[in-house]
């Protein structure tokens, strides 16, 4: 006869299967063996397995309080219904502020907040009630701002061969740029390595390295680095190639930058860090601090440093100093213009 602690661990097993996707009892009985090795419900017979197996099922619900699992006789599979009264998760009070902390932050329309959500509403179900009802109170103590600020759709149809692709195979899309004064857009076949959320911006970028693209003029062989606007790509036409990624990404560029803060920015010495590799140091005689950083993409930089107005100067190095001036060249024109 199996003792407590062994039948604990088998049901745990069956617990922890069916949270991830619903199964048959067969499926079921092989994933405990894996789990706990030497047959656990080997026996004379086959009934005498398959009684032990719903002796520990019934394990979760009578002495667990776990809901009982609902059998689907169509799909003749047991599917998860809750955790009931089973509630074996404590946290400390800065796990409980940090649980509340992404479920402020994670609210509609930041992103990925419905995956977020059902793991973290995961998490609470594993709460004891009192724990579950602080988060209420906690929740507006510190607030991050996630939410999208645009109105990109982005198709299933591209999200999905994203999802595929990244860090994985080729990828090859339509992608239709506003730099394109024919609006005509251009296909697009890269090696995808990254997809993320520019809170700053609002929209979700897709960091790839490109290696040709095909427009109304030809091909053009290119290798280089880009971020595409994901709300930008167009599902027609879209493709993952059976091509593989290789085994590390291309390095990225980096570019040296250098500039200098008016001491009301930096006179209390809490510069914030944007950058990689970044040095502050010290004010000269008239309290402006020079600091000196890294980037891997200049165009994103200067538009950064740009939000410092007259406070801030780039000097160095050429390429960023160049970018810098035509960007605000640029804006001369514009507002000279309007004179």
């Known amino acids: ?23 048959g009892r067969e499926t079921l009985i092989d994933l405990v063996s894996v789990d706990v090795g ?17 002796e520990d099922l019934s394990f979760l619900y009578t002495r667990l ?3 009982r699992p609902r059998y689907n006789r169509k799909q003749a599979v047991y599917e998860f219904q809750g955790f009931g009264e089973f509630r074996p998760l404590g946290l400390s009070e800065e796990e409980l502020e940090t649980l509340a902390f992404l479920v402020e932050t994670f609210g509609p329309g930041a992103p990925q ?3 977020v959500q059902a793991l973290l509403h995961r998490i609470q179900e594993l ?39 990244v860090g994985r195979q080729l990828l090859r899309f339509a992608y239709r740029s506003p730099n394109q004064a024919d609006e005509i857009p251009r296909v697009h076949t890269v090696e995808p390595w990254n997809r993320y959320f520019d809170s700053a911006r609002g929209h979700f970028y897709l960091d790839a390295f490109l290696r040709e693209v095909d427009g109304p003029h030809g091909i053009w062989k290119a290798r280089q680095w880009m971020r595409y606007r994901i709300g930008r790509i167009l ?14 990404p291309p390095k990225h560029p980096h570019h040296k930058l250098e500039y200098l803060l008016a001491p009301e920015i930096a006179r209390l010495g809490q510069v ?18 020079r600091v000196t950083a890294t980037t891997d993409n200049l165009f994103m930089a200067c538009r950064q440093l740009l939000g410092y107005g007259p406070s801030c100067r780039v000097v160095g190095d050429t390429n960023a100093r160049r970018e810098m001036e035509a960007l605000v060249a640029g804006l001369g024109r514009v507002y000279a213009e309007e004179e």
């Open 113 to 115: 907040s419905d995956a």
């Open 38 to 54: 030497g047959g656990p419900y080997d026996g004379d017979t086959l009934d005498a397995g398959r009684r032990r197996f719903e």
């Open 65 to 67: 309080g776990v809901e």
């Open 235 to 248: 599902a027609e036409g879209i493709q993952v190639l059976p091509e593989r990624l290789p085994p590390t």
């Open 1 to 23: 006869m199996a003792t407590v602690d062994e039948r604990i661990i088998r049901a745990l097993s069956i617990l922890r299967h069916l949270q991830r996707i619903p199964a």
């Open 127 to 165: 709460l004891p009630d009192n724990q579950q009802g602080s988060l209420v109170y906690r929740r507006n103590r510190l607030q991050l701002h996630l939410r999208s600020k645009d109105s990109d759709e982005v198709s299933p149809a591209v999200e999905n061969a994203i999802g595929r692709a």
């Open 272 to 289: 914030s860090r944007h950058f990689d590799d970044m040095e502050i140091h010290q004010p000269d005689d008239e309290g402006w601090v």
